[in-house]
């Protein structure tokens, strides 16, 4: 979750590091510090709380060096305070860490024993500990750092820089992300792309287990049992002009406008002539019987509307199950069954988990994912690519909709390959999708209605949303972004589940918003909702014209969407339930982009 950024250069290190931090706080946001070796010395600069902090501590007492490293953190271990922040250092050595040393207690018992004194409450400190202690033994950086990697147990990524060594820098990974960039006499390590898209577009990622020796002219790289390894460059399409905010307030709001262009990019790539046609697969389409979904988050929601059209069109059965239950059920799976994944960044810890057990009970795995280059695509037998560009707002929004217009798309191509769809309906279907970008810039250019619904929720303590069929995942996701930037409590529901308990927290302080286009399941909802009207509940309608007309008698708002096939909906859907939180969060002044508590990958347990 945290982000990591460093360079050995020929110019000024802080200024680069808290450029890369700046484009890194949507990973964490606790705290941060940078740390440069000054004529040979470590010194850092710390601060709690967000990065402006840091950045006026350095600009009140200027960090010089050409070789640095910096950290955004989202705490773990310890509270989010200044002492805990990263990096850690002792005279020889300092490091920034992302992930969790497991085995962090029984290490600290040790080097304590062995004489090291400890400053902080972080597990991260004692790999600074343990490195000084073997590097007072006589051991240069080099060994050093192979000695305390083969020691370290869980999940990390590790910069770390040495007192009198001013071009050199060594990273480490096992179980979360890091790459190296590649300059002209200057190289980087960042915990993704982002931190580097303004000074490099050249990079190499880490495989589990590797560790690197970079110093200005290049890096030699380590697999897990310190074999030299070679490990290819790639080029990344990300540019620093390409994570700005423009003229938006908010990078969510300047992510929710992008809704059509990222929907539209998906179709243009997934449709060919209007058919369904997927990249090049290593396994027939044809021969799968039964699929095993997992996720986390809004990815987990996205899979919940696939397990809708994959059951319901494709007519082949999924177990759907969030990536952090599944992992422990260790549940018994036939060989030669589908495992699908979704996750925006490909690093997410517990998909990665599932997606490894799904390996190990002999599953093929298809991915859905946004990062080409992440740990979850190498380990995959295919990938499915959202192709949604950087999404920094931590809330996801156009990451969102890629993903369900990829498994829209995919769940006709397995029903084409299956040959239970015939080709009549496939292009309804189609077609029904290609209309989705246009209607989604009608509703982000008409959002007037949106914003007066944001006055009435924002007053509120408790709101309900209810869907069914492909949109009760949307009501799931309306109400998780919600709670997750406005701090309004929020629950999502199958409308039909409503009367079997939740019905009865409705009263008149209680939004019930209503997700429920025209089509097959329309009168269930609207029965549904009359049930929570008669209650007293202040029923707020996201419907089409015809909806709307039939429910205008218990509405208390109406949000008009266009009309569009049942089929696409969930998608089209889930941009107005995302604009909703949008305004509210802005209307109660919290922080739309960070919101407290939040990360935007999730890269630990």
């Not at 490894?356 to 979850?376: A, C, F």
């Not at 007053?459 to 309306?478: K, M, N, Q, S």
């Not at 025209?518 to 909802?525: N, V, W």
Request: net charge negative.
């Amino acid at each position: 979750m945290c982000g990591i950024v460093g360079v050995v250069g020929g110019g000024q290190a802080a200024p680069l590091l808290l450029d890369g931090l700046q484009r890194l706080e949507y990973r964490g946001y606790d705290s941060s510090g940078i740390a440069t070796l000054v004529n040979g010395h470590i010194e850092r600069r710390r601060a709690e709380g967000k990065l402006k902090n840091l950045t006026a501590v350095q600009a009140a007492s200027p960090l010089a060096g050409t070789t640095g490293i910096g950290h955004t953190r989202w705490a773990t271990h310890g509270a989010p305070t200044e002492g805990n922040a990263h990096p850690h250092a002792t005279a020889r050595v300092a490091v920034v860490h992302n992930g969790i040393i497991e085995n962090f207690l029984a290490l600290r018992a040790e080097l304590e024993a062995a004489g090291q004194t400890f400053s902080s409450e972080t597990d991260t400190e004692v790999v600074a500990q343990l490195l000084d202690l073997l590097l007072t033994q006589g051991l240069d950086p080099v060994e050093a750092a192979k000695t305390a990697f083969a020691k370290l147990e869980g999940a990390y990524a590790l910069a770390l820089i040495f007192a009198g060594h001013p071009e050199l820098m060594i990273g480490a990974q096992r179980g979360a992300p890091l790459a190296v960039g590649f300059g002209e006499a200057e190289m980087y390590l960042g915990s993704d792309a982002l931190a580097l898209a303004p000074l490099t577009r050249e990079i190499a990622y880490l495989e589990d287990g590797d560790w690197a020796v970079v110093n200005r002219e290049g890096a030699i790289f380590y697999d897990q049992n310190n074999n030299p390894v070679t490990r290819a460059k790639k080029l990344t399409a990300l540019t620093g002009a390409s994570i700005g905010k423009g003229n938006f307030r908010h990078f969510m709001e300047k992510e929710l406008h992008e809704h059509p262009v990222v929907i539209g990019d998906v179709l243009h790539r997934m449709l060919d002539n209007g058919v369904a046609a997927l990249p090049g697969l290593p396994f027939d389409l044809a021969a799968v019987k039964r699929i095993t979904l997992s996720a986390c988050g809004s990815a987990f929601y996205a899979g919940l509307t696939a397990k809708f059209w994959l059951e319901n069109v494709s007519r082949v059965p999924v177990e759907a199950d969030v990536a952090s239950e599944f992992r422990y059920r260790t549940p018994p799976m036939d060989a030669g069954g589908l495992g699908l994944l979704v996750s925006q960044s490909g690093e997410t810890a517990d998909t990665l988990a599932a997606l490894r057990y799904m390996k190990s009970e002999g599953q093929t795995i298809l991915s859905v994912l946004n990062v080409p280059e992440s740990s979850m695509a190498r380990e995959s037998d295919a990938v499915l690519e959202t192709i949604a560009g950087p999404e920094i707002g931590v809330a996801s929004t156009k990451a969102f909709t890629a993903q369900l217009t990829v498994l829209a798309v995919f769940a006709l191509a397995l029903a084409r390959a299956k040959n239970v769809i015939s080709p009549e309906e496939e292009a309804r279907l189609t077609s029904a999708l290609l209309e989705v970008p246009a209607k989604a810039a009608e509703i982000l250019s008409h959002d007037e209605p949106i914003k007066n619904l944001a006055k009435r929720i924002a007053e509120a303590r408790d709101v309900l949303y209810l869907g069914r069929g492909g949109c009760f995942p949307i009501a799931l996701e309306g109400a998780l972004k919600l709670k997750e930037i406005s701090y309004i409590h929020a629950e999502g529901y199958a409308a039909g589940e409503m009367k079997h308990g939740p019905i009865a927290l409705i009263d008149k302080s209680v939004p019930v918003i209503a997700i429920c286009p025209s089509g097959p399941l329309f009168e269930k909802t609207a029965s549904n909702l009359q049930e929570a009207a008669a209650r007293g509940g202040q029923i707020v309608v996201f419907s089409d014209a015809a909806g709307a007309e039939k429910l205008r008698s218990i509405a208390a708002e109406t949000i008009l969407l266009p009309d569009i096939d049942p089929f696409a909906a969930p998608i089209l859907y889930a941009i107005p339930v995302q604009m909703l939180a949008y305004h509210v969060a802005v209307l109660k002044g919290t922080d739309v982009d960070q919101p407290r508590n939040l990360a935007k990958s999730v890269t630990v347990e």
